[in-house]
């Protein structure tokens, strides 16, 4: 990394990928992690002591889960959705974890309403654990909904978050950063999709921007995440990302094909030579699994498992990596609910004092 030009290695203007939603075998259940777990995954809250619990999951609309919300022009008493009751039943199968990490929220900054429905699902009407809402939204004030981020954290942990923000580089809602009295830091990403459409700065409300693709705004949105990631790391803090990455770092992670396009290769090369040596992060999964096969992208309209893609991951800080007691996939249709995301789970121990010394 070429710090005082910023850019990446042998990038003058940053010529950048696509998203790796690529593809992977017909058998996609995940071989799961052999442990004393249910066929769930859950563990009682006994089990769980000492344990940090986080699920991550893009859930790709809200609209299943939470519904049409009421607006001047809909004030019409919206149906129950499909999924109301998904998302509470997804944190009591899984013991409520102490972090849940949602992607792809399509919540503006400036949506109470729709914000506080999907605050309202997560909650439920029943006497488990409730949770505390930080999003990280798209500052945009009209056009469709995109992108956004909120990481919920189970309000008897809550007190362990001694700082939360998003980042001033990006206005899109795509990262939220909850630093934790222990020492640790947990990231929640929706990473940028590449494509060969023109990205625009919603931030310049107009005004003239300097004029990239997507491809390109991929490629610099990893860089400035690197950036982010050590600047935490010179507080002294280590680092837990989570999310949808958009990139599948190795052929064991797509099906039929990894994308060999100079775009997605690109990018990959970036991320896996540049940003997780940088960031001093491992992949979790691979790091617990070897290369058994597991997938976290689905194709629509295809049978599961004929074209997807492990995009969605942990990067660990390595001095982490053993208080990791393990990670899986929630990759069955009715745990995908209707997403073409599967959430996923992973255990850590340890994680009440991390502090290192700078």
Request: with cysteine.
């Amino acid at each position: 990394m070429d710090e005082d030009s910023g850019q990446w290695p042998g990038a003058l203007l940053i010529k950048r990928p696509r998203l790796e939603e690529d593809s992977a075998p017909r058998n996609t259940s995940s071989a799961r992690y052999n442990t004393s777990y249910d066929s769930h995954g859950s563990l009682s809250h006994a089990m769980r002591t000492h344990v940090t619990r986080i699920i991550s999951w893009n859930i790709d609309v809200p609209y299943p889960l939470i519904g049409f919300p009421r607006s001047k022009k809909n004030t019409k008493p919206a149906p129950v959705p499909q999924y109301h009751d998904h998302l509470r039943n997804l944190l009591a199968q899984h013991a409520y974890p102490d972090f849940l990490c949602l992607q792809e929220v399509r919540v503006r900054a400036s949506d109470a309403d729709w914000l506080g429905t999907l605050n309202g699902v997560v909650n439920g009407s029943d006497s488990g654990p409730k949770y505390k809402a930080y999003p990280s939204l798209n500052q945009a004030t009209s056009g469709q909904r995109y992108f956004g981020v909120i990481t919920y954290v189970k309000r008897a942990e809550n007190e362990q978050v001694q700082a939360a923000y998003g980042v001033d580089w990006d206005t899109e809602g795509r990262v939220m950063v909850l630093e934790m009295k222990g020492g640790w830091a947990l990231v929640n990403v929706y990473a940028v999709n590449g494509s060969d459409r023109q990205w625009k700065d919603s931030s310049k409300q107009g005004r003239d921007s300097e004029s990239m693709t997507w491809h390109e705004r991929k490629r610099e949105f990893n860089w400035l995440l690197l950036q982010e990631c050590r600047k935490i790391q010179a507080k002294g803090l280590r680092l837990v990302i989570v999310g949808d990455f958009n990139i599948s770092l190795a052929e064991a992670d797509c099906y039929p094909e990894l994308r060999t396009g100079y775009p997605h290769a690109k990018a990959r090369e970036e991320f896996t030579k540049t940003f997780i040596p940088g960031a001093d992060v491992v992949d979790i999964y691979r790091e617990l699994h070897g290369d058994r096969r597991a997938f976290s992208w689905f194709a629509k309209g295809v049978p599961q498992g004929e074209d997807c893609s492990r995009v969605d991951y942990a990067l660990v800080e390595s001095g982490l990596k053993d208080r990791v007691a393990m990670m899986e996939y929630l990759d069955r249709p009715e745990e995908r609910a209707h997403s073409d995301h599967a959430p996923w789970v992973m255990d850590m121990r340890g994680m009440d004092s991390v502090l290192k010394h700078r």
